[in-house]
């Protein structure tokens, strides 16, 4: 219990203010007490505990080692700091009474000195603290420490994905599954509190992968390199305006540690196959790590079924299809990291990455169509898509530490994204025999460049000042090309569909100032404005199109306060939602010519006003949060379906900004340390959705619509490991209903359970993992409706997997202190994809400093 009330005293300081733990420092300037860690009694007094904190073995001072102070006989934790350079530290102002100190730091066993007795006035030294490391240095060497598979924090919720025993030999749709607040959808869509307006960032680092959909990106991840998953609710003005549903951040394994280390992970099953190899060198001031994975997809198959009856003047039309489709991919990752100690105070960071996705579907479709005083017409298409990107991101960093909390950063990105998303289809008719054949070609260029610097300074020692500048450059080209052919001879263009060329610049220029400040009694105010300039220039064929230039003012404020152990936050902020490529692309995607989607280059951004009240508090060996939202988003970004005029029984789908979405709920999460080798934990997601938009009428007019409901989906999941290595897992999800904007979207599940046993002093391990092994398939039933249709779809998923996984660690290293490295940029601004969030909503996400 004391552990996690230190834990959460910590959390406290180093998320509502400036923690010396997390941002190491330069110079030989004393740190102060934690803001935000001591209670009223503790700076009231004129006492004073000092000391120094060095390492058993090489009796060298050890940097930023956590220092909380504890009421004897309460249990509280009141006051807390942490050690400098040299290891040395200070607790001051100190009313008289009996305490103990508990020094902890990451790679070291926890200290602790007990009958700790002041007097007033009096002046303690403690002297010299040895602290022994629990990093083992073997021939080859596995660090090992124990963390929380989830742990709540004031601003963001972390899912600590290298405790997860089932995700091994999956990628980051594995992982996404099991965090509480996020869905992710069986075909690897992802939302936040039901809405899907999100932005995916991998070590703090943007990726214009991630710009087109975040579904296929999160396949080029491998789970076995994901530390940890934050989910952060409650940005400051330091964070770019976007994301209006949320950010989620995907840290990656990392090596802090000196010498040569390779690690090997390999996973085989029914449904994909994996391998990656990750190293790195570490000696002195600099480091070098490189990486590599790969990862085949197979066996994928997907089963539906479509009705749907529309009304195009005063002629009905009523579609029945069939589709039996498979699919398969190749996923490739590869990077080459560097860092370099130029100084004491400063560091420099770069990095290359190159990402690779090659996706095939293919899928046979049965159509019959009926229409009022006409012969049926029945036809057979078989599609096969393509989905290829390459992805290449370049960044360079630069930090400067001045003293403790203050420091400069420069950060620059470089992203590039060539992406293909063509199909080529074959027309049979009743009798089976090729009639026409349709190839639709679309290649598309997405590149950007970032610099961004910040600057932040403390004022005294309960407030700081931080402000900084960004600027983005975007170019996005889209080539789109709608061919037909007979059965025999050469493609040519269509004249009924478009085809062309986007052309679309957007630059961004950015500046925000945020302050933060810790009354005595300690409350924790933070409150910023962040101004973000857009200069739209986009041209088609057809001549220029967009929305020109816009700015807006983005404001947000947060409190926070520990009452008798309950940590109360309330949160208010505003955000932005461009429109993502997916959404402004004019392509005509008719690869199923019953359900077509087009893109709107002339799309405008989307705000959303976010409220947020959140309850946490620590009750015995349970951990409780309740968090109560709200979200109003108005010239929501909204997909409208109607009939197409010229292709019959066709629903044609694309974007406007013609609606409203409100959505009221609350996430309540639980976690419950059974005993010190088994936890488990429960989550719930519910909230209220109204939604308002238009449809256009039998009579060519605009019409209303709106729809409400609720949204629920919960899981549990449970965690325990054995003597000799041993560990299993358990986890289940299911999703409710979801209510569109025209309609209903059925809801799913998912669980998995997993087995693992670690060997060779934890080097090594071997497991095994099933998903969904109960049942054959999983079918979603969505229903759509309008004015001039309705839309009856049945989606049928095979998903049923077993895998064996695999992994090894090679090297010979000893722990080093880690040290603050440069920052990096980190683009959250801009809508993944073309999915229609459901109408729910939270409060905006954070994500990394800006």
Known sequence: ????????????????????????????????????????????????????????????????VSIALYNKKSGQAIDGTVADEKGKFALTKIVEG????????????????????????????????????NTKTLNEVTVTGQAALIEE????????????????GGDATDILRKVPLLTVDLDGNVSLRGSQNIRVLINNKPSTIIANSVADALKQIPADQIKSVEVITSPSAKYDAEGSGGIINIITKKNSLQGLNLNVDAGVGNRGSMLSLNGGYRKGKAGFTIGG???????????????QTSVVENVTSVTRQTGDGSSRGLFGNYNLGFDYDIAKNQSLTAGVKYGVRNLSNQQDLMTRITRTGETDFNSTRDVDARNLSGTVDVNVDYLHTFKPQQEWSISTLYSRNDLTNDFDANILNGNNELTSRQRNLNKNLNQEFTFQSDYQTPIKKNQLLEFGGKGIFRQVNSNYNFLIAEATGD??????QPSGELLYHQNIAAGYTSYTYTTKSRYTFKGGVRYEHTFIDASTNEGSVGVGNYGVLVPSFNASKTIKGTTV??????RIQRPGLQQLNPN??????????????????????NFELGLSKNIKKTFVNATFFGRITNNAISQVRQPSDTLAGAIVTTYQNIGKQHAYGTNIFANVAATSKINFGVFANVFYTKLTGQTIGQNGKSQELTNTGFNVSGGIFSQATFKNGWGAQAFGFMQGNQVQLQGMQGGFGFYTLG???????????VGIAAENFLSKRYKIHTELNSIQFNQVNDVYLYNRGIRLTFTYKIGKMTMDAPKRKAKSVNNDDVKSDGAQGGGGGAPAGGGTPK
Do not use: C, H, W
């Open 569 to 574: 936050k309330l949160a208010y902020n505003r």
């Open 153 to 168: 924090k004031v601003d963001r919720l972390v899912y600590n994905a290298e405790k997860d025993i089932t995700a091994k």
């Open 293 to 307: 994975f790969g990862r085949g997809m197979y066996n994928t198959v997907t089963k539906t079924t479509l009705e």
């Open 98 to 133: 009996d305490y103990k100190v508990l020094l902890s730091f990451i790679g070291y066993g926890d200290k602790t000195i007990d009958n700790i007795k002041l007097g007033k006035g009096q002046e303690l030294d403690l002297g010299t603290i040895k602290m022994s490391s």
């Open 588 to 609: 005509f995607n008719s690869a199923n010519p019953q359900n077509i989607t087009i893109g709107n280059p002339e799309l405008r951004p989307e705000l959303t006003n």
């Open 491 to 496: 493609f040519r263009p269509e004249t009924d």
């Open 755 to 765: 087995v693992k046993k670690e060997f060779g002093n934890k080097k090594g391990s």
């Open 1 to 64: 219990m004391s552990k996690l009330l230190l834990a959460i005293t910590i959390i406290l300081a180093s998320l509502q203010t400036p923690a010396f733990a997390q941002f190491p420092i330069g110079g030989s300037t004393q740190p102060k007490a934690l803001p935000g860690t001591a209670g009223d009694q503790a700076l009231k007094g004129s006492a004073r505990i000092s000391g120094s904190v060095i390492d058993s073995t090489s009796s060298q001072g050890i940097e930023f």
